[in-house]
């Protein structure tokens, strides 16, 4: 009898306990118990993330009580200084042959986070072009000649090009226009392709020296003249002279006087001018010729070729040298006899040097 009651005893402690484990668990931490029920100890799974933190709010965590899957709890995530949501990356610092460049990227949740990366140097091989002189050497003093990369034409490389150790010699000058026959007068300017070099010049058939006249300005020649000029510039020798002969050939201006042919009875259609040149012959000389030419040509003549030859024989007899007569007009009447055969363009010109 005892044995029977101490075993209901046993089989009813292990109900109580079972039933126990059956009930609703005590949800003290999060308010989710059972009154009715009998409480226990939650058995919580692990934590899962279910709002991920970002780099401005907080994200959530939530676990699962394994007794009983209706009693959750929850837990703030920190904010993550490193949950950004970038943009695209955009070049701020273009790279060189020697330095860096740089990306920038921009958080999408906040302008101020920016992320930056380096961009590596180009450092690609050069392609070099020829190499150009960009200053002459002297006889005492080096050069130097740059060459420029085809790739990036702002990279460029220089070397020195040694003193010659020899004097060069100055260009000689260029006169311009050049040497020649003209019939007005010229302006004559003169250059060296010696840069810096210095013109000194003569005009009168001398040499030329360093105490020559120092060209500045065009030189104006009206009379035959030979220019004669050299160039100088300290270090090099002196340029070789340069000669230039200038004919200058300008008609002479000489005194006239001029008259009207009339017209006679319609036998000339209309008065002609005649201008008498006078390149000799004294004041009275020349009046006395005019007077002469000027009574001959108002007598009505026999023909115009009749006129002409008389007025040869006036000129030979009153001034037989230096007299120069035009007679110009269009339809001049050519007479043979006192008829009018036909109409000329005349330009007459009688010479006596």
Known sequence: MNTSKLLTGI??????????AFTACDDGATGNNNSNSATHEHQWGAWAVTTPATCTSAGVQTRVCALDKTHTDTAAVPVNPDAHNWGEWAQTKAPTETA????????ALNAAHKGTRPVAALNHTHQWG????????????????????????AH????????????????????NPPAGTYAAA??????SATEGAAIHYTADGSAPTTASALYANPISVSATATIQAIAVKSGMNDSPVMSALYTINIAPQYPTKTF???SYNGRLNTDKPVTVEFRAGTQAE????????????????????ETADSMRRDANAVLARNLKIIIEGPNVPYYVGRKVVD??????????M
């Open 286 to 305: 020349q009046d006395a010729m005019f007077a002469k030419l000027v009574q001959a040509w108002n007598e009505p003549p026999l023909s115009y070729v």
């Open 186 to 191: 010229q302006s004559v300017t003169l250059t």
């Open 11 to 20: 089989l009813a402690a292990v109900f109580a306990v079972t039933i126990g």
């Open 100 to 107: 860096d460049g740089e990306e920038t990227r921009t958080c």
């Open 343 to 352: 109409f000329r363009t005349i330009s007459f010109h009688a010479d006596y």
């Open 156 to 175: 460029t490389e220089t070397r020195a090009v040694p003193a010659t150790g020899v004097k060069q010699t100055a260009a000689a000058p260029v006169a």
């Open 130 to 153: 020829e190499w150009a002189l960009t200053k002459a050497p002297t006889a005492t003093e080096a050069g130097e000649e740059t060459r420029t990369c085809a790739l990036n034409p």
């Open 260 to 262: 009207t042919v009339p």
